[in-house]
Structure formats: structure tokens, C-alpha cells
């Protein structure tokens, strides 16, 4: 029965480290811009800054986004982008939650 | 859908900064008032409707001041996006304000009980509600007041001028479209700590 497994393989196919809440709202945002302040994603994802910082090392650690760090008059302004990597991971990953989604309700509709 | 809204906002962040369009859909809203001769400047002297004609002007600036300085608010509560090129979208909506003076002068000429002008508006935001998938509700509501406005010949009611039109119902757009955008931002981003305390960038 490959269709009531598929799901279950899908699920266990997704990338953790893009799949972590924090982390995919994160990627989500940016990857609706070219680079957003780490202000910015405080806000987006209403992180406190250290978690943010931590996400955001993994998420570099992993060569998804790029940190560029700098100063707006005497304040760091720290300015994060994806990498083509990470444009690509989450788009696969939103693409895999997509079908998941769908193989998820083709499974309730042919139980029901 | 909470993602979703996150890519929403990202990607129209400096649009969605909606104390821009406040001072300036008041003013046109008071212009408007004007228009209607609710200020009454036939009857003053020739001193005193310079003065008030400088006071408009006077006005204009600070709605203009005020509307330049809504970003930076902005840039320092919730920080900065770099968006990708809205070239694209940019073109549609000078393409849908220079149809909306070709049309109101359409529309002048002839006697139609629709107004062509105020239909393309109409249209125009309900098509942007359409194409964003209903993110900013306010929109179809504002499409229907557009609608009502230029259907108002038809229901019987004398013809609104494009001036009073694009006055007082655009001044009107900007406000409700202003609070909503504002309210929208304000509600899908949490306000950070004051820049002083975001970690330097050396910790990071």
C-alpha cells in the first residue's frame, strides 16, 4: 500500500533543520525579500534576541542564510539574507508540506 | 496561514506602513470639505482667503512631513526590509491613476448614468483584495463604496465631480486603507526591545 505510507515518508524526509517553527518562520520571512534586519525578524517571529541569535547560527552553520553585521549610526544592524541553498530549502520544503497536505487529505477522503 | 501572512507582510512591508496614508487621505478629505464650500471662502475678504489658502498650504506640507517621516517610525520600531523590485506593480498602479483622469474626463463627456472613472477604481482595489488573497479586508468594502459612488447617478443621486470624488472618497481610501495597513503590521509583528538592547552584532 504505497499510498497510505507516502505521507509518513514525506514526514520523515523533511529537513529538520528548516522544519524547526522558529527557524521555518525565519526562512518564510526572508524569503519574501532580499535581507531583512535582525529587528525585523525580533519582530516577525517574536523570538527573544539570544533564541534568534542561536537560530540564526544554526541556520548560517548550515550555509542557508548570510549574516552581514554592521552599524545604523551607533546601533548593530545586522542584516540577514538567504543563500541559494536556503531559497532553495525552503522552497522544497514548502513544496513538501504542500503535498504532504494533500496525501494527507486524499488519505481521510478514501477512509471516509 | 500564520506563514503566510509573514511572507505577506515581508513582501509588501514598506506598503503595509500605513501612517503614510493617514495625514494624507485627511488632508484630501479637508480639501474635500472645501470643495463642498463648507469652509465658505466666497464670503471672506480677499486678505482673509489668502490667509486661509496659506493655511491649506501650510497643511499640505505638514501631511507631507508627516507622511515622509511615517518610515523612519517604522525603521526604528520593527527594523528594515530590503523587498525584491516592484517595478511591475508600480507600473499597473500609475497605469490605473492615469486611466482614472482619462476616464473622469470620459466620463464628463459623456452622459452616462455610471461613472467610468469611479468604476475603475473600484475594480482596481477589489482586484488587489482578489490578488492577495483577502489579507487586507478592508479592501472589497472600500471597492463597494467605490461601487455605490459610481453608481450613485443611477440610484438617483446627483453626480459627484472628479475633484470631489478624488478628494473626498480617496482622502477616504487612503485613511481606512492607512489604519488597516497600520493595524495589519502592528498585529503580525511583536515591537522588539529598544535597539540599545539587541545583541552586538559580535554575539551573533
Same mark, same amino acid.
Given at each position: 500500500m504505497p499510498r497510505t505510507r507516502r505521507p509518513f515518508d514525506q514526514l520523515t524526509a523533511l529537513d529538520k533543520t528548516v522544519h524547526e517553527p522558529a527557524r521555518l518562520a525565519i526562512l518564510t520571512a526572508l524569503s519574501a525579500c532580499r535581507s531583512a534586519q535582525f529587528r525585523y525578524l525580533l519582530a516577525v517571529t517574536g523570538l527573544t534576541p539570544g533564541n534568534l541569535s542561536m537560530h540564526l547560527t544554526k541556520l548560517e552553520q548550515k550555509s542557508l542564510i548570510k549574516i552581514e553585521k554592521g552599524f545604523a549610526g551607533k546601533y548593530p544592524a545586522t542584516a540577514v539574507h538567504l543563500t541559494d541553498a536556503g531559497r532553495d530549502a525552503i522552497t522544497r520544503h514548502w513544496q513538501q508540506l504542500r503535498e504532504l497536505e494533500a496525501a494527507a487529505k486524499y488519505l481521510k477522503a478514501s477512509k471516509a | 496561514?500564520?506563514?503566510?501572512?509573514? $511572507?505577506? !507582510?515581508? +513582501?509588501?512591508y514598506a506598503q503595509l506602513q500605513g501612517l503614510?496614508?493617514?495625514?494624507?487621505? /485627511?488632508? /484630501?478629505? /479637508?480639501? +474635500?470639505?472645501? !470643495?463642498?464650500? !463648507?469652509?465658505?471662502?466666497?464670503?471672506?475678504? =480677499? =486678505?482673509? $482667503? %489668502?490667509? %486661509?489658502? &496659506? $493655511?491649506? @498650504?501650510l497643511l499640505a506640507w505638514l501631511a507631507i512631513g508627516a507622511a515622509l517621516a511615517a518610515p523612519v517610525y517604522y525603521r526604528y520600531r520593527y527594523g528594515a526590509v530590503e523587498g525584491f523590485d516592484r517595478r511591475r506593480r508600480d507600473r499597473w498602479i500609475?497605469? =490605473?491613476v492615469f486611466g482614472f483622469f482619462v476616464l473622469s474626463r470620459v466620463d464628463r463627456n459623456l452622459d452616462w448614468p455610471v461613472s467610468l472613472s469611479l468604476m475603475l477604481v473600484s475594480v482596481s482595489l477589489f482586484v488587489t483584495a482578489l490578488n492577495e488573497h483577502w489579507v487586507r479586508p478592508y479592501y472589497p468594502v472600500l471597492a463597494a463604496m467605490w461601487l455605490l459612488a459610481a453608481c450613485w447617478p443611477m440610484l438617483g443621486g446627483s453626480p459627484p465631480g472628479a475633484r470631489? %470624488? /478624488?478628494?473626498?472618497?480617496? @482622502?477616504? &481610501?487612503?485613511v481606512v486603507i492607512g489604519i488597516g495597513d497600520h493595524l495589519l503590521l502592528s498585529r503580525t509583528l511583536a515591537t522588539p526591545p529598544s535597539p540599545g538592547d539587541a545583541p552586538h552584532p559580535t554575539t551573533l
Open positions: - | 496561514m500564520e506563514h503566510q501572512k509573514i $511572507r505577506f !507582510v515581508t +513582501a509588501n503614510r496614508l493617514i495625514p494624507i487621505g /485627511l488632508f /484630501l478629505m /479637508l480639501t +474635500a470639505f472645501d !470643495v463642498l464650500g !463648507v469652509f465658505d471662502r466666497q464670503s471672506l475678504s =480677499a =486678505a482673509d $482667503r %489668502a490667509q %486661509a489658502l &496659506t $493655511r491649506m @498650504g500609475t497605469a =490605473a470631489l %470624488a /478624488l478628494c473626498g472618497l480617496g @482622502g477616504l &481610501t487612503l
